[in-house]
């Protein structure tokens, strides 16, 4: 369908975009470039006050940007205003903590003075998911805009209005026009982009296939990539836990924007002695769930985002339980207008049922059994990818194997796994390599320049 606002709740096309023309992109990229030579002079008290704005304009405006992300990627308006409201949350993380994340760091050596010091590199080309259109990206444009980075974006067709909203939210909090731009364009002009020498660095939130394509392009003109890539959580669950708070997180988790979450809990693996009892409370707060309109204040789970998302949910369930799985709850389409789908319950996934190892984008969580925390741990890392976790026990020894055991960019224990400003984000194995979020993040995109002065 091209670049289009098509609303995922009905089906109607509401707005279409004419992609940039090759003319257009360049114009974009020289006027970042001629920005970034001045931008780059700004002090990080001026930038910090323009990333305070930005979040003050985020809160007052939080309903309508809510509204249109309902509107492009279907999830509910209420985690719609929230996701506005964390992205000024990280603006504001960056405007109080930039400048110390950044500041000169002395180093002893045999030099009379010796130092590091964080430089910004240029243009910062942005590669972006429809997921969560608003976070995403500005969890990449805080601390960039902060370490004095211009940026480009390159959103998910699909949400083109957000892209633009993202751009407008930037410019109307002062920064210098050109220091965050849309590119309005398909993927396929993306490697193109990187062989240009004013573009220094990229990062992609996204699919395996996206995230390889753009390390290749990075590859060949030598240049730095972060990838955030996707994930199949272990959500794993063991005899000391408190049940009843695990199986309402799981189902929270697993659900959370309609279960197209690259941290949700994917897949719950249990210990045999407690299994049948935790089965029965999945199935009843599953019960619980209201799918429905994204708009009405009671609705759980809206529509997937897209028709591709239906399908490709749609052929995995029906897939998995071709290969011995079994559906405990859902399991098909809604018979209604709107990309709906069933939140689904599968079990009996057996070791040689590849499909247990893939990701499920959507509303559709898989129950795993095992012997103990050993088991559980393999299981948990018997996949391609090391994204988050989450791990259920109050005993202090399995705390410490799951910490040390489960390969994965993060380990919550007794806690559901979400992103904060506060703490670096990022997987290993297939799910990519770098870091958001943190003092982490903002060190992605600086030049860590030595000094040393006799
Ligand atoms: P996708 O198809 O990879 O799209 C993401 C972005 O990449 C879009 O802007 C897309 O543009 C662009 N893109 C697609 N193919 C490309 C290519 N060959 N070269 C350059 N850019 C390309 O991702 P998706 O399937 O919609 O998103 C879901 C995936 O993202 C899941 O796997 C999920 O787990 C992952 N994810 C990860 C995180 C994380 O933080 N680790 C967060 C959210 C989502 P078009 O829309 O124009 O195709």
């Known amino acids: 369908m091209g670049i289009a606002t098509v609303n995922p709740t009905t089906g109607e096309v509401v707005k279409t975009f004419e992609a940039f023309s090759d003319e257009e992109i360049e114009s974009k990229v020289a006027i970042a470039q001629a920005t970034f030579l001045q931008y780059r002079q700004t002090n ?15 809160e007052s405006d939080k309903e309508r940007l809510g509204a249109l992300i309902t509107l492009e990627m279907g999830k509910t308006l209420k985690a719609a205003i929230a996701e506005v409201e964390k992205c000024a949350a990280v603006c504001r993380y960056y405007a109080e903590n930039g400048a110390k994340f950044l500041a000169d760091e002395v180093i002893s050596t045999d030099a009379s003075h010796s130092f590091i010091r964080y430089q910004p590199l240029g243009i910062i080309l942005a590669v972006m998911p429809w997921n969560f ?40 909090a002062g920064f210098p026009q050109g220091a965050f731009q ?43 990539v972060v ?79 897209t028709p591709k998302i239906l399908e490709d949910i749609d052929r995995q369930v029906q897939a998995i339980v071709q290969q011995g799985a079994r559906i405990l709850v859902g399991g098909t389409r809604l018979d209604r207008p709107g990309n709906y789908y069933q939140p689904t319950l599968i079990t009996d996934i057996t070791v040689d049922n590849s499909l247990g190892r893939e990701e499920f984008f959507g509303p559709v969580g898989l129950l795993l059994r095992v012997a103990d925390v050993g088991e559980a741990i393999a299981l948990a890392n018997n996949i391609p990818f090391g994204l988050g976790s989450s791990a259920w ?62």
């Open 44 to 58: 990080f008290e001026q930038r910090s006050q323009w990333l305070q704005s930005a979040a003050a304009i985020l």
């Open 227 to 305: 990838l955030e890539l996707g994930g199949s959580d272990p959500f794993i669950v063991l005899p000391s836990a408190d049940l009843a708070a695990a199986a309402a997180t799981a189902v929270a988790s697993r659900m959370l924007n309609c279960g197209q979450t690259c941290i949700s809990a994917k897949r719950f693996i249990v210990a045999n002695s407690i299994a049948d009892e935790f089965e029965e409370l999945l199935i009843a707060k599953y019960k619980q769930l209201k799918v429905g309109d994204p708009m009405l204040p009671e609705t759980d789970l809206g529509p997937l985002s």
């Open 182 to 224: 849309a590119l309005l364009m398909d993927a396929s002009k993306v490697a193109a982009l990187m062989a240009d020498d004013r573009i220094k660095a990229a990062t992609l939130t996204g699919s395996e296939p996206a995230g390889a394509s753009l390390a290749v392009a990075a590859g060949k003109n030598i240049k730095k």
């Open 393 to 454: 026990t109050t005993d202090p020894t399995e705390q410490e194997q799951l910490i040390n055991g489960i390969d994965a960019g993060c380990v919550f224990i007794n806690g559901m796994v979400k992103s904060d400003p506060r703490l670096p984000f990022g997987g290993t194995k297939r799910s990519g390599f770098g870091r958001e979020l943190g003092i982490h993040g903002i060190h992605e995109f600086v030049n860590i320049k030595t000094i040393w002065v006799k």
């Open 133 to 172: 259109p608003l976070w995403q990206v500005f969890r990449f444009a805080a601390p960039a805009l902060m370490a004095g980075n211009v940026g480009l974006l390159k959103h998910a067709s699909n949400v083109p209005q957000c892209a633009l909203a993202i751009a407008e939210v930037i410019q109307q």
